[in-house]
């Protein structure tokens, strides 16, 4: 029984590795790839790269905020286009996130989309479009988390949004990760993408008028056109690199069968010595559970690198207003604690290692899976339900076979880790009665009528 065991799992090892030879790769060369290492690198390299652009600039982000991290981006863009007036520049962010400020934070009358408007009103000879796109008819149900700022031949891919935090503005900041790509083959599939299935829709709408807030009431039916279409859509292209050459597959999709969900699920099984796995909120998919499960019973080591709750955006402290979304840390670390109590026996043994981000009050956004120092991928996806099921994610996957991104990738996890804490018991982290009064109280709740599950699913 256990040889018949161990051949059925050499059969699905194979299925996997099957799965991600035929995946279609793009030739990428060492030197035009370069991992940055913080906000500040990133900030620089971004508005650096702006300044030098010639032919078109495209950036595409969650949102891009009203502050001075915005205002520098903006700035930036208008330079570059009263020096090139025939350079094309386009901003893509979602529509829902962008008539809103941040949760948790001061409520906003004068919201991104106004501050928008302002811009088109004050620059009216400008030829920079900042377009909304709405994939679901609530932001609750979906939104674009579609990552990447493209500048003429090169990708600058992160999970950072464009605001104070994400670009270390002032003391505070976000942590992400920060690639600089120059590939055109990459870039030109990643646009291809952009212009044909989101700006080409009939929904997607230039924020700087102010007439595109009336008109999502009467799109329901295109927007719903416009997320069958996103589930079906792929990036386009044929790959130019064997298995045994540093590549890069690009991948996008919406919904839990998109192909940028089946590759994760056979790059993690596929995995024959160790996992590495950052997310900033603990709330994986069971899918995903059962697969580190089935990773750890055989033998494989697996490191999860997460955010502590006081990193964690959502995050409130015990002196501001208590509101519901103040619960979430609290349920993202109950997700961790339990998690460890069903797998103590694999940290006893040393197979999983779990790390706690924390330093200061600053946040942790960092996502990405490695395996066996061959494979990585650099996404924006939180890898939750949400982003299985409801937002519009991408990621670019590499395969260096002959490990020449080694130095680079080696140093970039210790950078990672340099501010986490080892959980070595799940009975070090708090439980729900340790909790501040008001956030126990609505836990029991919620946990009792089981809501915390959607909770888990939506946000």
């Given amino acids: ?32 790839f370069k991992v940055l290492y913080s906000p500040k690198e990133f900030r620089n390299e971004l508005l650096h790269a702006i300044y030098r652009a010639c032919d078109h600039i495209v950036l595409v982000t969650l949102y891009l905020d009203d502050d001075q991290g915005g205002k520098e981006i903006i700035d930036a863009l208008l330079q570059v286009e009263r020096l090139r007036p ?14 809103r400020g941040r ?6 009358k004068y919201t991104n989309i106004d501050w928008y408007v302002d811009i088109v009103k004050q620059y009216p000879y400008s030829d ?52 600089v790509i120059r590939n055109q083959k990459l870039s030109d599939i990643m646009l291809n993408y952009i212009d044909k299935e989101l700006l080409s829709s009939k929904v997607t709408n230039n924020l700087g008028y102010g007439d595109s807030l009336k008109k999502l009431s009467k799109s329901r039916n295109n927007i719903r056109l416009l997320r069958r279409n996103l589930r079906r859509a792929c990036y386009c292209y044929q790959g ?94 109950l997700n961790l604690r339990y998690f460890l109590k069903k797998l103590q026996k694999y940290v006893d043994n040393k197979q999983l290692l779990v790390r706690m981000w924390r330093e200061g009050n600053n ?45 680079q990738q080696y140093k970039e996890l210790n950078m990672i880790r340099m501010h986490t804490n080892h959980v070595m018991h799940y009975t070090s982290l708090q439980h729900i009665s340790d909790y501040p009064t008001r956030v126990g109280q609505l836990l029991y709740r919620i946990h009792k009528v089981r ?3 959607l909770i888990n699913h939506i946000l």
């Fill in 363 to 407: 946040g942790y956004h960092v996502k990405g899976i490695w395996v066996d120092d061959e494979w990585q991928l650099i996404t924006g996806n939180n890898l939750n339900p949400r982003s299985v099921r409801f937002d519009l994610e991408n990621a670019l996957l590499v395969h260096d076979p002959c490990k020449f991104l080694f130095h």
């Fill in 1 to 32: 029984m256990i040889k018949k065991r161990k051949h059925d799992d050499l059969n699905k090892y194979d299925d996997h590795q099957i799965f991600l030879r035929a995946l279609p790769k793009i030739i990428q060369r060492v030197d035009c």
């Fill in 451 to 453: 809501f915390d599950r």
């Fill in 240 to 333: 130019n690199a064997t298995f045994h050459e540093l590549s890069i597959t690009p991948l996008v999709g919406l919904g839990k069968n998109s192909d940028l969900n089946k590759t994760i699920y056979h790059l993690i099984y596929s995995a024959q010595n160790k996992v590495v796995l950052c997310t900033p909120y603990f709330n994986m998919p069971t899918v995903l559970i059962r697969a580190l499960v089935f990773l750890l019973r055989r033998g494989i080591k697996i490191e999860i690198i997460v955010g502590d709750k006081i990193a964690n955006d959502f995050y409130v402290p015990e002196h501001h207003p208590f509101t519901l979304i103040s619960v979430l840390p609290y349920l993202y670390e």
């Fill in 103 to 108: 949760i948790g934070g001061v409520s906003k």
């Fill in 86 to 99: 025939q350079i094309k520049i386009r901003i893509l962010v979602d529509w829902h996130r962008a008539r």
């Fill in 128 to 179: 920079i479009a900042i377009h909304g796109i709405p994939i679901n008819i609530n932001e609750a149900l979906g939104v674009v988390h579609f990552k990447g700022f493209i500048i003429d031949d090169q990708v600058l891919y992160s999970g950072a949004n464009l605001s104070n935090e994400y670009l270390h503005v002032h003391t505070k900041y976000r942590y992400d990760r920060y690639h």
